[in-house]
């Protein structure tokens, strides 16, 4: 059984940084590709982050190219999102997710397993 559990988020001021953490335990972390998601109250759940199972490429949704930087740390089991300069309409649930393909790729059906959420509140 793989799981998942988010950390690092918050309250920030626009502007502002945050780190999320994602661990991971259950199967080998390196070989498997890492994303974080996010849903706005009311809203679908859409992809943010992607980080391919070698770790030898990213992947960004155009509204945080630049701001948001995916990681991972394969000795810890751990993916990170270095999230800066946040605006207000970053304000989400974010999600850490991972699949069994090694190429998901952005969609949401892509994943098998998810971890609960951390909320990322950002104020104007």
């Known amino acids: 059984q793989v799981q998942l559990v988010e950390s690092g988020g918050g309250l920030v001021q626009a502007g502002g940084s945050l780190r999320l953490s994602c661990a991971a335990s259950?199967?080998?972390?390196?070989?498997?590709?890492m994303a974080w998601f996010r849903q706005a109250p009311g809203k679908e759940r859409v992809f943010v982050a992607s980080?391919?199972?070698?770790?030898?490429?990213?992947y960004y949704e155009d509204s945080v190219k630049g701001r948001f930087t995916i990681t991972r740390d394969n000795a810890k089991n751990t993916v990170y999102l270095q999230m800066n300069s946040l605006k207000p309409e970053d304000t989400a649930v974010y999600y850490c997710?991972?699949?069994?393909?090694?190429?998901?790729?952005?969609?949401?059906?892509?994943?098998?397993?998810w971890g609960q959420g951390t909320q990322v509140t950002v104020s104007s």
């Open positions: 997710a991972t699949g069994a393909s090694r190429y998901p790729g952005r969609l949401v059906n892509g994943y098998d397993y």
């Open positions: 259950g199967r080998p972390f390196s070989n498997y590709p």
């Open positions: 980080v391919r199972w070698d770790g030898g490429a990213t």
